[in-house]
């Protein structure tokens, strides 16, 4: 986006479908680090390639010109390479890192021109960081380590003990409150980085790549407990990583960095089906698409009795499991929203998402 869009974007926070208004609302953000780097946002500069922009000013614009709102109960992936801004962002967004220039509200509440005390609150209460390392203290217990967050607040011994022994429980820690943290494995240590955040009850987690450091299996178990956690709770969740796979499967919506800004901005499915750039096109290339696309994007019109005949899935259903219902059924399988046919997927139909065509589109 240019530096000129920025003044036609709405000052005021956009509400959503629902009504409700967003988490974080980010506008026109920047952060440029090295000298005189305030002057850069909006100048002639800031539309160099980040390569240019070093070489002549000595600044690195790590975010560019940045908008989009997080939703209530929503997992916001932001995701890209190694140096594309990643941190950075998440890091501005409770002013860990200061942001050079633009917009940032949470609850409509402006964060930039939070002083010293409101800010402490936003970081002590609404808004926890799962770190990539498990930031831990070595020499407390596990339970000492959960309840730290509330021990900052100033919550007495007891209240905060009881209130760290159910998020043990609820990461399943259950037996391990007395050890220290290095007594722990990876996957363990990572719950205990995972419960402190929780603790304090906060109304957004933010994670930056908390698993990088693990081993895949390991991977995969903090983050279906991840996924249950957001199915049991519903909180607000924003969630840093350079895997592809963890965005797909753990984003409602994704943001793709590159140089500092984002390429593409939607749901898994909007950005394995349409890429909005080469890059992006690169980057979702070997995604099984079949895991992704849902049958509202792959239906057709039913035709004849298909219409109130056959097998059934919800439209939100993937290709995949819709495959599984269509090789047990033998025939095409309905779309049902509420009672209603919405359309059918065909063999054909399911076939070419998996192989990427057109269905029914023979090339020249
Ligand atoms: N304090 C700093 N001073 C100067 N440049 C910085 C500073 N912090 C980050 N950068 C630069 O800003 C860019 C974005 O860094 P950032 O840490 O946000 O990337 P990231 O996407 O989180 O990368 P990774 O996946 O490796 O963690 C990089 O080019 C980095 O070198
Ligand atoms: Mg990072």
Known sequence: MSATMVSKTPDSPEKSENGTAPVF??????????PKADRIPGSAEAELSAEELRSRTGCTAAVRDVSFDVQPGEVFVVMGLSGSGKSTLVRCLTRLIEPTAGELSIDGEDVLGMDKNRLRNLRRHRAAMVFQHFGLLPHRSVLD?????????????????????????????????????????????QRVGLARALAVDPEVLLFDEPFSALDPLIRRDMQEEVIRLHREEGRTMIFITHDLSEALRLGDRIALMRDGGIVQLGTPEEIVDSPADDYVRDFVRDVPREQVITVRKAMRPAEGDEATDGASVAPGVTVAEAIEVAARSGGPVRVVEGSQCIGVVDHQRLLAVVAGVEAGVVPA
Request: hydrophobic share 35%.
């Open 25 to 34: 609302s980010v506008r026109g953000l920047w952060k440029v680090f090295g």
């Open 145 to 189: 380590n959960v309840a730290y967050g509330l021990e900052i607040q100033g919550v007495g011994k007891a209240e905060r003990r009881a209130k760290a022994a159910e998020v043990v429980e609820k990461v399943g820690l259950t037996g391990l409150e007395r050890r220290r943290p290095g007594q722990l494995s990876g996957g363990q240590q």
